[in-house]
């Protein structure tokens, strides 16, 4: 997936928001206030939150996948160059983090998202 395609993947889950809070090169994808997703914009490098015990899985399983890039590596992986990973692998992982996130946040600020799931 390029870095286009990943974006607009992103921005369709409900109540996500972008920005460049670091630099003008890295973007990120916020649900509720909180990070799921960053996006190197020259190297289409994605971090991605996971489950602790996925993250290692995946680390071993692909050769691609490392640990979060300036992040927590026990909950936080780094997907390297995605324009040359299968776009379902992507968006599998960023429905997953997204989901990881949106279900720790409080239900009041789930409820106050436009186009939370649970309306």
Request: with cysteine; charged share 30%; proline share 8%.
């Amino acid at each position: 997936m390029n870095v286009e395609e990943i974006r607009s993947y992103c921005l369709s889950k409900p109540g996500t928001e972008e920005g460049f809070p670091f630099d003008e090169t890295t973007l990120v994808f916020k649900v509720g206030g909180k990070m799921y997703a960053l996006l190197s914009l020259d190297e289409a490098n994605l971090n991605l939150k996971c489950e602790p015990g996925e993250a290692i899985r995946l680390r071993e399983q692909y050769p691609f996948v490392v640990p979060g890039y300036h992040m927590n590596k026990k909950h936080w992986n780094t997907v390297m160059d995605c324009r040359r990973r299968p776009a379902h692998l992507i968006r599998h992982w960023i429905d997953r983090s997204y989901q990881l996130v949106y279900e720790r946040l409080p239900r009041k600020i789930r409820e106050s998202l436009p186009d939370h799931p649970e309306k």
